[in-house]
């Protein structure tokens, strides 16, 4: 027999001061630990705190509802607590009493997220949230609870079909409400005004229902007719296009994209946050008829392009436009990776060896097994059968280096187009390409082809012409318009700069070249595989195209400054302070000790975030040495990744350990001294023993 979701053990009905939002999530996961529903307290509420800081989870009514799906939680959990005096949670009308901690595993299975989500939506009932706070023992809150979410002995789930069928409560659409009947209702035409809505959160267990369930319920308030679907983790059903095509418009309330968001191509739509259709889903339907009566209003694009991908109103625009660039690198690194892999493979002493990027024309043109078998065999030129190998290794490297520049565009006009604009954006790039514009040229051709395509997308166009949009006419039409543009006015001067900005860096040397080393280091270790981190490794990759002494220098230093970070944190957790570090922060430590020799800067952020204050200075500085160090040590690289396991694309090997140790001591010195000589205010620590009283209080903030 499986376990129930709430037990009497995971509720708190203990009054008195009970300190912040920290403390409370922090002795929510405690329960969920004691109970044996999770491995690890800590690391549940650092997930559940992390999707915190995200979005903050108070709502309308004095309810909160932290939540999080985390590796750590084995079972899927609630635990509850309710406050008195309340705390804030962040909502509109003052501080949460009614607390539930919402815990679940990272795969957890969709009837198991579906048991969370009806609690969600059940929060949307006063009867409900009445019955809460007029509980007297722990056991009428589970009691409660097992009746919301149908695990009740003999429950009818009479309940929850109060507010939402059976079939919609896990994944499916709402059933269309009621057309209300109030003077003042939104008509259309002379009927009562359709509306559609869709929506979800980053988790899609808790603000995705609960957002459907306010929509739908201010529909017949409003004099509408109107069908949610909301898209959660635990799947959803989609509406029928007969009932999209009829709506006079569509609301998106979500905080992720919308999934198949192409069946709305067309219709007046109203964008917001998932939040909003929570606690203003009134406001929202009055915006949405708006829109519905303005024929200059925004439509879904013919494109499909999703919430993220056209320009976006709930972004500014140098937000939208980081977040168009960082999706366009992060697509193009992989085919950088295998390729620049594959050549510093080629570089192996027993292969081709360095001289193979100079030789290996005649040897890999002739790469058929049959002519390696003769080639190898019969007939092997004096290099041996290693150097043909190597010839091989280095054309594939070569021609997926190629992708580079192409790739970097296709992706950037796909972050903001969505599919439509890959096409245009990979041929933009490939002019780039024919016009020696680089990896400059990329960036801007990606974005007059992602525009270009979002531009020829945006108007409604009849319903026999949709399904050509996306796959003749937008691509047609914004390749003509961005490869046009780069070829007859764009190109050639991206190119002249391209060629001045290679001159001087191959120029740089002696205290320019250190000095760069330096900034390059500092960008690595800023945010650990954030914004700037990407746009120190994106420079670092595309120069690597240029095969010159300059880009192997750069990508030297931005890889050795890398891994500076999770060395240095591992070094003063496991080594030098052990005492300063949680248990948690020791077991990260020693993993972080492959992933920092790996280069994964990310192996840092668990300490980051718990102690940013002490920790990214530290990463900064020991970063800076690593990366000036390598410079002035003139270390190449002619690996894109892979850390110390790609040594034999390294030289001098002894520079990038010396450049890589002393920044690593650094960073963990500093580290240590300050931890031991600033102290923090932290949590006292919470009980996670399973003897502990069902109703005791939630752990208050306590100085250190």
């Not at 007029?134 to 507010?163: C, K, N």
């Not at 067309?266 to 339907?285: A, F, H, W, Y």
């Not at 290099?383 to 580079?404: C, D, K, Q, R, T």
């Not at 082809?449 to 166009?461: E, F, S």
Request: net charge negative; charged share 15%; with cysteine.
């Amino acid at each position: 027999m499986s376990l129930k979701t709430i037990t009497p053990e995971l509720v708190s009905l203990a009054p008195g001061s009970v300190g912040d939002k920290s403390a409370v999530i922090r002795e929510l996961a405690a329960r969920v630990v004691a109970q044996g529903r999770a491995t690890d307290a800590e690391a549940l509420y650092a997930d559940a705190w992390a999707r915190e800081q995200k979005d903050e989870t108070g709502l309308p009514g004095g309810i909160a509802i932290p939540h999080a799906k985390s590796p750590s939680v084995t079972v899927p959990t609630l635990a509850f607590a309710r406050l008195e005096p309340g705390v804030d949670f962040g909502a509109p009308d003052g501080p949460a009493d009614l607390v539930f901690l919402i815990a679940a595993p990272a795969d957890a299975a969709e009837a198991h997220l579906a048991v969370l989500s009806k609690l969600a939506r059940s929060l949307m009932t006063e009867e409900f949230t009445s019955g809460l706070r007029a509980a007297q023992r722990p056991e009428d809150v589970v009691a409660l609870v097992d009746e919301a979410i149908g695990e009740g002995e003999g429950s009818s789930g009479a309940f929850v079909a109060s507010a939402v069928s059976a079939a919609s409560a896990g994944s499916g659409a709402l059933a269309p409400a009621p057309v209300g009947t109030a003077a003042d209702g939104f008509r259309i035409d002379g009927r009562p005004a359709r509306i559609v809505a869709v929506t979800s959160c980053a988790t899609g267990i808790a603000h995705t229902f609960m957002a459907a369930d306010a929509l739908t319920a201010a529909g017949p308030r409003n004099g509408v007719d109107l069908v949610v679907e909301p898209q959660g983790s635990s799947g959803y059903q989609a509406l029928p296009q007969s009932v999209i095509d009829a709506a006079d418009a569509v609301i998106f309330a979500n905080d992720v994209d919308v999934r198949e968001e192409a069946r709305f191509a067309g219709k007046p739509v109203v964008r917001s946050t998932v939040k909003r259709g929570i606690e203003q889903p009134d406001q929202l339907i009055a915006e949405a008829v708006a829109v519905a009566a303005d024929p200059n209003g925004a439509r879904v694009s013919s494109s499909g392009a999703s919430v993220s991908t056209a320009p976006a109103e709930t972004l500014s625009w140098g937000a939208n436009l980081k977040r168009i660039l960082l999706t366009g690198v992060s697509y193009m690194i992989p085919f950088v990776a295998g390729g620049g892999l594959l050549i510093a493979i080629s570089f192996l002493p027993f292969l081709g060896g360095y001289g193979i990027a100079l030789a290996h024309g005649d040897s890999g043109m002739n790469n058929a097994v049959y002519t390696l078998t003769h080639y190898a065999i019969w007939n092997l030129p004096p290099e041996g059968l290693g150097y043909y190998l190597g010839a091989i290794a280095f054309e594939i490297g070569s021609v997926s280096l190629g992708f580079l520049v192409p790739a970097l565009a296709g992706y950037i006009a796909f972050a903001i187009a969505d599919r439509p604009g890959i096409a245009p954006g990979f041929v933009a790039g490939a002019i780039a390409v024919f016009m020696n514009a680089g990896f400059l040229g990329g960036l801007i051709g990606g974005l007059l082809a992602g525009y270009a395509a979002w531009l020829i997308g945006r108007p409604a166009v009849p319903r026999w012409l949709r399904g050509l949009m996306p796959v003749v006419i937008i691509p047609l039409g914004a390749s003509i318009i961005a490869s046009g543009l780069m070829l007859l006015i764009l190109g050639a001067p991206i190119a002249w700069l391209m060629t001045q900005l290679t001159g001087f860096l191959n120029g740089l040397s002696g205290a320019g070249a250190v000095f760069l080393g330096i900034i390059l280091g500092l960008m690595m270790c800023f945010d650990l595989g954030g914004p700037v981190n990407k746009v120190a490794y994106a420079f670092a990759v595309a120069g690597l195209a240029q095969q010159t002494d300059a880009s192997f220098h750069i990508m030297a230093a931005v890889m050795v400054a890398g891994m500076v970070p999770p060395l240095g944190m591992a070094l003063a957790s496991t080594v030098l302070y052990r005492r300063g570090f949680t248990q948690v922060e020791r077991e990260n430590g020693a993993a972080a000790w492959l992933l920092g020799a790996s280069f994964i800067s990310e192996g840092a952020i668990p300490f980051a975030a718990a102690d940013p204050l002490r920790v990214i200075p530290a990463n900064l500085v020991g970063g800076a040495v690593a990366g000036g160090l390598a410079m002035a040590f003139e270390v190449s690289s002619r690996a894109p990744h892979g850390g110390i396991f790609v040594f034999f694309a390294i030289d001098p090997i002894w520079g990038f350990v010396v450049a890589l140790a002393a920044g690593t001591l650094v960073t963990a010195l500093l580290v240590v001294g300050l931890k031991r000589f600033t102290a923090p205010r932290r949590t006292a620590p919470v009980a996670e023993s399973a003897d502990q009283p069902a109703d005791q209080p939630v752990a208050a903030t306590v100085a250190a």
